[in-house]
């Protein structure tokens, strides 16, 4: 089975082409979720964050404080390093497990952090989906509520797309212009014929 990556910028589009591969029988393993509940289930990954960023970084239930994580990282990039130093070889560890279990001809691990986190190393081939900068900042205020100052702030501390498309096999356009159905339907036809 073929391991491939699939990443972009925030605001790409990452998820929503995820959808039509899953529609094509391919299942995804999606790190920025996974990451998310191996940071409540992880005892010693949680441990870890607790240590790095104080007992905010959980609510009292448990459960993640994203916001409180979000404001300490997104303008602290030495801290961002190190939170994930600590979170990206648990992800690595959890995917790898997934990728064992597939029986399909390939199967998909969506990453925003993909090339930032080494996570190509492990992988047969990477897919980038790429959207106009003000086309993604519009869908991710859309999305999230967010300012468009928070969402530069998320985007400054990601790859630029010059940068992923040099690392890339495939590239997927994700503006309002191009249609997404084609492109993935092409892409799916080449990697069933290289797991052949």
Known sequence: MIKIGITGGIGSG?????KIFETLGIPVYYADSRAKRLMTSNKPLKK????L????????NGRLNRK???NCV???????KKLNALVHP???QDSKAWFDIQKT?????????LFESNGHLFLDKVITVLADQDERIRRVIERDGSSKKDVIARMNNQWKDSQRIEKSDF???NNRKELLIPQIMQIHKELLKLSR
């Open 14 to 18: 990452k998820t929503t082409v995820c």
């Open 48 to 51: 870890a964050i607790i240590a």
């Open 53 to 60: 960023l104080g007992k905010e970084a959980y609510f009292k």
């Open 68 to 70: 409180y994580i979000g």
């Open 74 to 80: 997104f303008n602290d990039k030495e801290l961002l």
């Open 90 to 92: 648990v992800v690595h």
């Open 105 to 113: 001809p390939y199967a998909l691990k969506e990453a925003a952090l």
């Open 171 to 173: 590239i997927i356009e």
